[in-house]
């Protein structure tokens, strides 16, 4: 073997294994960012609604005369923190009982659903299914913690 075809076999084993091992181990950092990005927007969402909520609550409290602590300023600044709460930003770098009644927990659901689905190899049809399943059960919890609040 000559001295070129000894290193093109060494390249190709020794790097075959390094390459094939932390790619799967990626996947949990892709889905980190994935959830990071999604939770920016909607973090971007929440703010493009807040700026003209305040502003219109601040006018009407200050029109009616509406203490600071109580009027329709303070509730929607209340609303924005209890939004900024439960979409837990940061929550990469949170343990799991402080995920529990978040954003994350919903998300960790649907990423249970899809782990779930690729295993058995049926991601289409079923998928589709299961996350429009849990979705709802989503929109369920959100509802009710809403109606909770509420009363």
């Known amino acids: 073997m000559t001295e070129t075809s000894q ?9 075959a294994p390094a390459i094939a091992e932390p790619t799967r181990s990626r996947w949990p950092l892709i889905w980190a960012v994935g959830v990071f990005q999604l939770k920016l927007l909607v973090e971007g969402l929440k703010d493009i609604a807040l700026f003209p909520l305040s502003m219109v609550a601040a006018g009407i409290d200050l029109l009616a005369g509406n203490s600071p602590e109580r ?4 509730t929607v600044l ?3 923190r209890g939004f900024e709460n439960w979409v837990n930003l940061f929550a990469a770098i949170e343990t799991e009982q402080q995920r529990k009644s978040s954003l994350d927990a919903h ?3 649907v990423e249970q659903v899809l782990r779930d689905q690729a295993k058995r190899e049926d991601l289409t049809a079923r998928a589709r ?5 849990a979705l709802k059960a989503i ?3 959100q509802q009710q913690q809403g109606d909770a609040k509420s009363d």
């Open 78 to 80: 209340r609303a924005g």
């Open 71 to 74: 009027g329709l300023f303070a």
């Open 129 to 133: 299914t299961a996350v429009d399943d």
């Open 7 to 15: 290193t093109k076999q060494l390249v190709r084993t020794t790097t």
């Open 139 to 141: 929109a369920r919890a």
């Open 107 to 109: 998300l960790d659901q």
